[in-house]
């Protein structure tokens, strides 16, 4: 296995905010991979929300790796606005079309993302369908402004 470093994730930059998507091989170390990412990112802008937001990508990427049928690849989008964040880490290999959104009684039953719910302003996990199988996304919201009901 082999790991590198971004000095320059892709960037894009609209009228509601800046977005970055990276994509990883699906296995463990990618966990550590992405968080590092999430802190070079938030680093100038969201320091106060670095560390829940690191511990929120490693309970979406330890979700998404311990699903069966995990894909061969985790990608990572955050979109950075002007008083919060969003993250969302699917495993779909292709652009996909949502399927369903788990509901709030059933997020609840999810122990792996307990974490997650305690910390995000609004959190979820979407099945979707990438065209050759069935992928997962989870999501999470945080807020300088606080907690929400996740």
């Known amino acids: 296995m082999s790991t590198g470093t971004l000095s320059n994730p892709s960037t ?20 550590r991979v992405l968080r590092d990412s999430v802190r070079a990112m938030l680093s100038g802008t969201f320091s106060e929300l670095t560390d829940d937001a690191r511990l929120c990508v490693s309970d979406a990427v330890t979700y998404i790796l ?14 950075l ?3 919060r964040l969003t993250i969302a880490v ?18 609840g039953a999810e122990r792996q993302l307990t974490l997650m719910r305690r910390l995000a302003y609004w959190a979820g996990v979407s099945r979707t369908w990438d065209g050759t199988r ?4 989870v999501f999470f919201e945080l807020s300088t402004e606080g907690t929400g009901e996740a």
């Not at 894009?12 to 966990?31: K, L, N, Q, R």
């Not at 311990?66 to 979109?79: L, N």
């Not at 069935?134 to 996304?137: G, N, S």
Request: proline share 10%; with cysteine; glycine share 4%.
């Open 90 to 107: 699917e495993d779909a290999a292709a652009p996909s079309r949502l399927l369903y959104t788990l509901s709030t009684p059933d997020m």
């Open 81 to 83: 606005y002007s008083t």
């Open 134 to 137: 069935r992928a997962t996304r």
């Open 12 to 31: 894009t930059t609209h009228d509601a905010g800046e977005s970055y998507v990276i994509t990883a091989p699906a296995f463990p170390p990618t966990a």
């Open 66 to 79: 311990r699903s069966k049928d995990h894909g061969p690849t985790v990608t990572m989008c955050v979109c």
